[in-house]
């Protein structure tokens, strides 16, 4: 678990980088389209679109975008039509990788993903290869502030969650794919804030690597993050914490 969060919040910080040239918004607007398309355009009935409008303004996307994507799917504005593909794949070292995509063009977008993998030692594998290895929960980043370990314990088991691990700069809490919204929302109720709150894939083993095959995990993280059709990257990589503080 240690190595998804601090990886999590090196993408935070990346991903706050990236939102001021418009990297982020493009990939969060693609992601309200799908889910506005899969369940409708009003958040108060569809979990998933008001999970997507949350994590946009986390990260400072204005409402007319927010509004706009949320046309676009719902048929009130042309735009293009985006599909949701996942694609499975090994890094260096033997560490599972799982590509989460929304594109208007899966060829373009399966090409774009082997040759990443290629170029940054790891290879994209076939459907079903490394699935087993992830499992669907709901997962919320509080950050360390006035809050003391047993009150946002106490808070998130009340709520629902499954479990709670102490980082340096977070409580990182777990829960069920079907309790996340109602744990995140009473979490809410209670005044916490969130780095993230998002459902997620999470490792159930993990793959310790170090030296050159870390350093190439970490580029292949980047360079899989920065393709515009990619949503989210999963691995179950276990890298020691003196380089993922260099990556950041």
Request: net charge negative; charged share 30%; aromatic share 6%.
């Amino acid at each position: 678990m240690s190595g998804h969060s601090k990886w999590h919040n090196i993408r935070l910080r990346k991903g706050k980088q990236d939102a001021e040239r418009g990297k982020v918004f493009t990939k969060l607007s693609r992601e309200i389209i799908a889910a506005a398309r899969e369940g409708g355009g009003n958040p108060d009935g569809n979990v998933r679109l008001r999970t997507a409008i949350q994590k946009a303004r986390s990260q400072s996307m204005p409402m007319d975008r927010i509004q706009g994507a949320i046309d676009r799917a719902t048929g009130n504005v042309e735009g293009a039509i985006f599909e949701e593909a996942t694609f499975e794949g090994y890094g260096p070292g033997g560490v599972a990788v799982m590509v989460r995509t929304l594109t208007d063009n899966r060829n373009r977008t399966v090409a774009e993903i082997r040759n990443t993998f290629s170029k940054n030692g790891g290879n994209l594998g076939e459907t079903g290869c490394v699935g087993f290895v992830f499992e669907n929960k709901g997962f919320l980043s509080i950050p360390k502030g006035s809050r003391s370990e047993d009150e946002v314990f106490e808070a998130a088991i009340e709520a629902g969650a499954e479990d709670l691990t102490v980082e340096d700069e977070t409580y990182d809490v777990t829960t069920a794919p079907t309790d996340f919204t109602a744990v995140r929302d009473a979490l809410e109720e209670q005044g916490f804030e969130f780095l993230t709150a998002e459902p997620t894939m999470l490792p159930r083993n993990t793959v310790a690597i170090e030296g050159k095959e870390a350093e190439q995990m970490i580029r292949l993280m980047e360079a899989l993050e920065d393709l515009d059709d990619v949503q989210q990257v999963y691995a179950n990589f276990d890298i020691p914490d003196e380089v993922l503080a260099a990556a950041s």
